[in-house]
């Protein structure tokens, strides 16, 4: 794996764990030469992650849309910063340049990503592997709600056993490394032809 997008709060959140492994995270992409590719922000969990990477030497590509750079929110002293005109292109961006995916701790927005990103795995745009940092349990309930989904018989098991869940970063950046990349169905320009 030679990059990977980290989705995350755009907050610290209520405990001081949060903090703690977005900066660990960051580190350890940077001492596996990993590139992180992540929201372009300043602040929260975001910030921590790229500041932690920058700091080790790594290299941190932010995607940003332009109505955030406007608001002071975008780290500048990133590798590279990537500023776009939407939140969905955004996301289509990051997905282009990552080897996989990683959420952690987050509110609404770190939701939309990750669930978007396993729809488009689900529907066979890509077959890039997806972790969960379940730093102090965070997901517990989320992936008891995912359970629930398998059994209600809306998401096949396989879909989502493809999710790769760790607590910790060096065990959860272990197996996504481990985890087989599936070939896409179909490209994104395919998918929008066809609706």
């Not at 932010?62 to 929110?73: Q, S």
């Not at 955004?90 to 770190?110: N, Q, S, V, W, Y």
């Not at 730093?135 to 008891?144: I, K, M, N, P, Q």
Request: a negative charge.
């Amino acid at each position: 794996m030679k990059s990977l997008v980290v989705f995350c709060g755009s907050r610290h959140g209520a405990r001081p764990e949060y903090a703690d492994a977005a900066k660990a995270l960051g580190r350890l992409l940077a001492e596996r030469q990993i590139a992180l590719v992540y929201g372009g922000g300043n602040v929260g969990l975001m910030g921590d992650v790229a500041h932690a990477s920058l700091d080790a030497g790594g290299r941190v590509v932010g995607v940003i849309p332009d109505f955030m750079v406007e608001r002071e929110l975008a780290l500048t002293a990133c590798s590279e910063l990537l500023v776009v005109d939407s939140m969905h292109t955004r996301k289509a961006k990051m997905a282009e340049l990552a080897d996989g995916f990683i959420a952690m701790p987050g509110g609404f927005g770190t939701f939309d990503e990750l669930f978007e990103i396993l729809t488009w795995s689900q529907i066979g745009l890509h077959g890039k592997p997806v972790g969960l940092l379940n730093t102090a349990g965070y997901f517990d309930l989320l992936l008891g709600f995912i359970r629930q989904t398998v059994t209600e018989g809306f998401v096949r098991e396989a879909e989502a056993e493809r999710i790769v869940v760790a607590s910790e970063s060096a065990a959860l950046l272990d197996a996504l490394a481990a985890t087989p990349v599936l070939p896409a169905r179909w490209a994104k320009a395919d998918l929008l032809q066809k609706s």
